[in-house]
Structure formats: structure tokens, C-alpha cells
């Protein structure tokens, strides 16, 4: 009696303990959602979008901005007005647009301020040659503008309150667009404004579904739910107060990356424990028991998992462009999140109701042991494959036709493999950004209509003053350059013209050369121009610096090709060497990563098909393959790890071949659900409409299927399943042969088996 008392108070005294615990990890989480998901909200305001602010020091445009210093004391951003008549303009609308271009300063922008103050010079209106069009250039204080009125930066609030102002002059019958590189940012910010609403939105309605699809219950998809919810608020708590701290760079489609990789991997997680919980479930009595076991069982493929990304994403530190290597360590960040709250949150959620209603969460299908059947005696091959259904019938093939099914496999994706030269991704225009109208790109086609397209950014040229005839007889000879002079001395007040016979600014012996291209500096064919400017200069002046908005487009690009040649085989290198510490092999992680490429491959090839001949796209930036790359190989092998940590569980057991199959009967359903998870969500990022994220959610949701229907399914499996034991080269001997049995095989009891 007295063993029985002290029995029944240690069971109360553990589950007292067990209740405390989930509670704490609860109360944890709740804290940081509390804290975290105003962060959240906040994270727009430390966005930083201007792409020149991405350029290393030792970009040459970055170079020529430091040079232009000393030619103004004060760092500009243009807002460009145009105003177009329906035929030639009229004394009426000329006089109209003179009194709107002495009214712009006085127009207020918010808490008593007015566009005075963040206008360096005044405004004037200058007619086009064809009498048809007036262009206003105001000079705003890009220092200035970065501050906020209230919620909005000044920006938005002087584009908004210019545009509105616009409208006004439609009286007299001017059509008025802003644009400019101050309008072209407005837009961008308002386009990347969706990302707090519409597609976090978007991405948890489509993760909802599925996973009431996938579980059939009215409950356990809201848990999953919230841990990714709670993941997210974790990470952007930290996020926040990095780049509020200038830690990292924060710019829209980072934050747009964030949001649905922390939602896409913590589902995934997710998925994985709740599918080995289910599994435990059916072979013991306590829940408690069942969650310690798939813990065990999840916890180093999902480490694996989240290391391996995490590590492919820190590559991207080695970037140039702080754009991309603050990336990195913004979705590491959600990663480990997103490990956190599955490894803990998760099962606090699961464990909620104790050993009486905890396993109600799975209602309507409730998990239960089988009465009469020994928890830990393992089911045959055969029983697996009848139990998983079209998994089951998967396994079966290939166990029959293991080589024909990894030789048709490769056939095919090495057929969409021969498509990737096809890929267009030498960089796009500007005004190529957006996928739906927007009024900087309709104004800068109405500029080029009626203006030389280059004069409102003019490419900036800093030469040495004894260089100058020979630099301006260089940069004339240029194809595509329509104009070229010195900046001379100013004949009166900022914004005046100067006289016909001032000399030339000379700053510590350097004069500045403004050229004005037949293209926009938007547009690729001014990158172009530049990239020619530059190899002339180079012949007449080796000191001559080329920068402007058209140089700061090419040296992103030639920055991004460059990241693409360092970061990718560094990705290789550190997720092998990862996969190697993982399955204690070298011939199966090769093979790994090998499938993973042609996957990649495959993805890169069917995409340029897509993008040129159904979507019609212009282009893409060299940094789309990097960013596909690093998702597609970091994301892609996840999946790979989930099935060959379970494959080498089950190898361990019953040889290769036999847990070749058992592995992927048994990860089949959660895998495949984990890979259209990710997939979904990464589509979410299709409804902001921009070029970039709309190409990165086509080439990550479609690897991810690859890898996960294809990949893993069928060629992983067919060729470990045809190698057999050999695939855990140099150290098979601790896998028994797929001929021995497993109790007589000498070598099977030496490593721990993870407990089922």
C-alpha cells in the first residue's frame, strides 16, 4: 500500500512538473507574440530601398557619389513633373504651369511642414522642343526625406501631395504625372506596403487549407498555424531592432523573403514531429511518452534541416551588396525561429490537455495503440507498404525497377536541364520593376516622348581638369550619348543657369561631365551605354570615375554576377560537409547534392521557358539565379535529409534496400505535404507585383515540387536503392548487408538506433 501511495504521488509530483513546463514555454511564447507582433507592423519604417545604398565602397559609381560631394554640399533625389497637352501648349497652360511651379513649395506635406522645406532649389518649368509637354525637376534633400511625418515617410507624403496637386491643373486641360527617381520610390514602397497585409495574409490562408486538407481536423491545423504565427512575431522582434540599430540592411523584398520562409519551414517542422507524434501514438498509452519519443526521432534531421539552410543562407554574407548579405542573416533568423518555436512551442500546444485530452487534438482520427500488439516490435515491409497506401505502391516500384526509375528520372530533368541557356538574367530597366501600371513608369514614358530621355538623370563623369578635351571627345564618340558638358560655375541663386563663357567647377583638381543618353538612365540599354563609356575612358583617362543612376544599375549587376561565382560553390561546399557529419557517409551526400542540381537545373530550365514564352517577361536581374540557387539547394535538401535520416534509421535495422523503401513509404505523406506547403507559401509572394519576387516565387515553388514529387520520390530512392550498401561509403560496415540478417550482423547494435 505505502509503494503504491509513494507510486501514485511520484505520478502526480511528474505530471504537476509536466503541467508547470508546458505552461512556462507557453507563457514564453506568448510574451514574444505579444512584444513581437507590434514589431511586426513596424518593420516597413526601417526599410531601406534605395538601391545605391546597397553598392560596396568600391563600386565605381560609389566612388563618383563620393566625388560628387565636393560639387554640392548636399546628397539630392529627383521628383520629376511632367505636364502634357493634348496638342501644342497654349499661353493659358504655360501660365498655368508657371504658377503651379512657384506654388510647389508652400504645398504642405503633414505636422506644419511644407515641401519648402525639403526643396534645395527652385522649381522651374522648362518646355519640351516639340511645345507639347513642360517638365518641373525639383531637387529634394534625400537626407530629409527619410525622416517620417507621423506613420509615413516625408517621401510618400511629397509624391502624394504632388500627384494630388496634378490633378488639379486638368482645368486648363495639362495631364500631370510625377516620376523620377523620388516617384519611382514612392511606388516601390507602396508596392512592398502590401507585405504586413495582403500577403501575410494570403500565405497563412493557404497554409490553413492545406493543412485541413492534409489532417482532416478542425483543430490541429490552428496549432500548427500558430506556431508559424508565433515563429514570425519571434523573428521580427529581433529583425526590428537590428536594423533600427543599423546592424543589417532591411529593404522590401527581404521582409517579403522573411515573412514566408519563417511561415513555409515552421509548418514544415511542423509537420514533420506532429506525423512521428501521430506514429508514436498508435504504440504507447502516454502522450507524454509518444512526444518524448518523436522528439528524439525529429530532433536531428530537423536540426539538420535548419542548419543546412541556415548555413547555405550565411553564404550570402560573402556578397558584395548589402542587400544580399544582410539577407542572410534576416532569414537565418526566421530559421531559427522557426526551429524554436516547433521544438518547443509546438509540443507545449500538443501537450495542453494532458494524458486525458491530448489526444483529441487529432479528432476526428484518433490515434491509438493497438491492443494485443507490442509497442516496439516492428512491422513487416509488407505491412508498411499495405498501411501508406500510394506511397506503399511507390516503394514497390521502386523496389522492382530501381535503375529504370533513376535513369528515367535524371532523362527528364536533364532534358528541362538543356533550356537553362535560354535564361535571360543579364539585368531589366527600371521601370521594368513593376507588373501592373504605375505613374513614375507612365511619366518617364511621357518624358521620353517629349525630352531627351537621359536629361533627367544624366550620367555623371569626374575627370581629371587637364583630362577634360580629351574625356569629352571620348564620351561624345560614344554610341548613345546624345550630349556631354562640364558643369561650369553658377552665374547666381541655386537652380540658375550659368553663363555661356563660365569655366568649368574644379574640385581638388577633378571636373564633373554631365552626359545625357538617347536612353533613360532606367533602362538597360543606359546601362549598356555606361558599360561603354567606361571601356573608352579607361583607353584616354585610366583616372576617369563613371557614376549615376545608370552606373550605380551596372554595377549591381556586375556585383551580382560576382556573388554568384563566390557564394555558389561555397553553398556546395558547406552543405556537404553538412550532409557527410549527418549521415556518416560520403558516396550518399555526393549523391544528394548531385540530384539537388539537376533539380536546380531542371527548375532554371522549365522557368526560362515560362518566362519567355507564357509570361512574356523582359528579363531578370543576375541576383534571381543567386537567390534561386541558395533557396532551391539550402530549402531543397531539406527534404532529401528528411527521407535519408530516416532510410539510414531504418537501414540500420532491416540493410539499404529494405529501409530504402521503408523510409519512403513512411516520409512520403509528410514529406510531399511539407513540399506543397512551402510551395504554397512561396507563391504568396506572386501577389506583390514586382518582377523579382514574382520570378523567386515561380523558381522556389516549382524547385520545391520538383525536389519534393520528383527528387525525393524517385530518383534519391531509386539510386540509393540500386548502389545498396555501398552508398554509405567509407563507413558501411555499420549498415548490415542487404542479404544478412539483421540480429546475426555484428556491426547493427553499435550505434544507437533512435527509438520509435
Known amino acids: 500500500m505505502i509503494l503504491s501511495m509513494l507510486s501514485d504521488s511520484s505520478g502526480r509530483r511528474r505530471g504537476v512538473v509536466r503541467g508547470m513546463a508546458v505552461l512556462g514555454v507557453l507563457l514564453v511564447w506568448l510574451t514574444l507574440a505579444g512584444v513581437g507582433g507590434q514589431s ?28 560628387a560631394e565636393g560639387f554640392s554640399d548636399q546628397d539630392t533625389l529627383p521628383a520629376i513633373i511632367v505636364l502634357q497637352a493634348e496638342g501644342a501648349l497654349t499661353p493659358e497652360q504655360l501660365g498655368a504651369a508657371q504658377d503651379f511651379a512657384e506654388e510647389i513649395p508652400a504645398l504642405g506635406i503633414g505636422e506644419g511642414s511644407t515641401i519648402e522645406d525639403v526643396l534645395l532649389a527652385p522649381v522651374f518649368p522648362v518646355p519640351s522642343e516639340d511645345g507639347e509637354a513642360v517638365l518641373l525637376a525639383l531637387s529634394l534633400d534625400a537626407d530629409a526625406i527619410q525622416e517620417t511625418v507621423g506613420e509615413e515617410r516625408v517621401l510618400n507624403e511629397v509624391v502624394t501631395v504632388l500627384r494630388e496637386a496634378t490633378t488639379e491643373l486638368e482645368g486648363v486641360g495639362l495631364q500631370g504625372w510625377v516620376t ?3 516617384g519611382a520610390v514612392a511606388d516601390l514602397v507602396e508596392a512592398f506596403g502590401g507585405i504586413d497585409g495582403i500577403l501575410l495574409v494570403v500565405a497563412l490562408v493557404v497554409v490553413f487549407v492545406i493543412l485541413v486538407l492534409v489532417y482532416r481536423s478542425p483543430s490541429l491545423p490552428f496549432t500548427v498555424l500558430f506556431t508559424s504565427v508565433f515563429a514570425l512575431a519571434a523573428a521580427g522582434l ?16 527581404s521582409q517579403g523573403i522573411l515573412f514566408i520562409l519563417v511561415v513555409g519551414a515552421a509548418t514544415d517542422y511542423s509537420l514533420l514531429i506532429v506525423a512521428r507524434y501521430r506514429e508514436e501514438l498508435a504504440r504507447v498509452a502516454s502522450p507524454f511518452t509518444a512526444m518524448r519519443r ?21 553564404t550570402l554574407l560573402l556578397s558584395d551588396l548589402s542587400s544580399n548579405s544582410s539577407l542572410g542573416p534576416v532569414a537565418a533568423i526566421g530559421i531559427v525561429a522557426a526551429f524554436l ?34 509497442a516496439d516490435a516492428p512491422e513487416t515491409l509488407a505491412e508498411v507498404e499495405a498501411r501508406n497506401g500510394v506511397w506503399g505502391r511507390v516503394s514497390r516500384l521502386v523496389g522492382r525497377r530501381p535503375r529504370l526509375v533513376w535513369v528515367t528520372t535524371a532523362v527528364v530533368l536533364l532534358g528541362a536541364t538543356a533550356f537553362v541557356p535560354q535564361l535571360q538574367a543579364n539585368g531589366t530597366s527600371e521601370t521594368d520593376i513593376f507588373l501592373t501600371e504605375v505613374e513614375s513608369v507612365a511619366g518617364q514614358e511621357v518624358v521620353a516622348q517629349h525630352f531627351p530621355a537621359g536629361q533627367v538623370q544624366p550620367v555623371q563623369i569626374f575627370a581629371p581638369e587637364e583630362d577634360l578635351d580629351v574625356v569629352l571627345e571620348a564620351v561624345l564618340a560614344t554610341d548613345g550619348v546624345d550630349s556631354a558638358a562640364p558643369v561650369l560655375e553658377a552665374s547666381g541663386p541655386p537652380g540658375t543657369p550659368p553663363a555661356p563663357d563660365a569655366a568649368p567647377v574644379v574640385v581638388a583638381g577633378v571636373v564633373q561631365v554631365q552626359a545625357v543618353t538617347a536612353a533613360g538612365s532606367e533602362t538597360q540599354e543606359a546601362v549598356e551605354v555606361v558599360a561603354d563609356l567606361r571601356t573608352a575612358l579607361d583607353e584616354v583617362s585610366p583616372e576617369t570615375v563613371v557614376g549615376g543612376a545608370a552606373a550605380q544599375r551596372l554595377d549591381t549587376q556586375e556585383t551580382s554576377v560576382r ?12 552543405i556537404l560537409v553538412v550532409l557527410i557529419g549527418l549521415l556518416r557517409s560520403v558516396v550518399a551526400p555526393v549523391l544528394l547534392l548531385g540530384a539537388n542540381l539537376l533539380s536546380l537545373g531542371a527548375t532554371l530550365g522549365i522557368a526560362a521557358v515560362f518566362f519567355n514564352d507564357v509570361f512574356g517577361f523582359p528579363g531578370a536581374d543576375p541576383v ?11 530549402l531543397g535538401i531539406d527534404y532529401s535529409i528528411f527521407l535519408m535520416t530516416r532510410v539510414r534509421e531504418e537501414s540500420l535495422r532491416h540493410g539499404t534496400r529494405e529501409g530504402t523503401r521503408r523510409g519512403l513509404t513512411v516520409t512520403g505523406g509528410v514529406i510531399t505535404s511539407a513540399g506543397v506547403v512551402l510551395a504554397a507559401t512561396f507563391s504568396a509572394l506572386a501577389v506583390l507585383p514586382l518582377l523579382f519576387l514574382v520570378q523567386l516565387a515561380f523558381l522556389v515553388a516549382l524547385g520545391v515540387l520538383i525536389d519534393t514529387l520528383i527528387v525525393r520520390s524517385l530518383l534519391v530512392p531509386g539510386l540509393v536503392h540500386d548502389i545498396g550498401r555501398a552508398s554509405w561509403w567509407p563507413w558501411q560496415r555499420r549498415v548490415p548487408a542487404d542479404d544478412t540478417p539483421t540480429s546475426t550482423h555484428p556491426e547493427a547494435e553499435r550505434e544507437p538506433v533512435p527509438t520509435r
Open 341 to 374: 518555436a516547433a521544438l518547443t512551442l509546438l509540443p507545449a500546444l500538443l501537450l495542453l490537455g494532458g494524458n486525458r485530452f491530448a489526444r483529441l487534438i487529432f479528432w476526428p482520427r484518433v490515434p491509438r495503440p493497438t491492443e494485443g500488439r507490442d
Open 624 to 634: 534571381v539565379p543567386l537567390y534561386a540557387f541558395v533557396f532551391l539547394v539550402a
Open 238 to 253: 529581433l529583425v526590428y531592432e537590428l536594423a533600427a540599430a543599423g546592424v543589417l540592411v532591411l529593404n522590401g523584398q
Open 294 to 314: 518523436a522528439l528524439r526521432a525529429s530532433i536531428e534531421p530537423i536540426a539538420a534541416s535548419a542548419g543546412t539552410v541556415i548555413a547555405g543562407l550565411l
Open 180 to 182: 523620377g527617381p523620388a
Open 40 to 67: 511586426i507592423g513596424q518593420l516597413s519604417e526601417v526599410q531601406e530601398n534605395d538601391t545605391a545604398a546597397f553598392l560596396p565602397r568600391s563600386a565605381e559609381s560609389t566612388r563618383a557619389a563620393e566625388l
Open 563 to 574: 556573388d554568384l561565382q563566390v557564394i555558389v560553390p561555397t553553398v556546395l561546399v558547406v
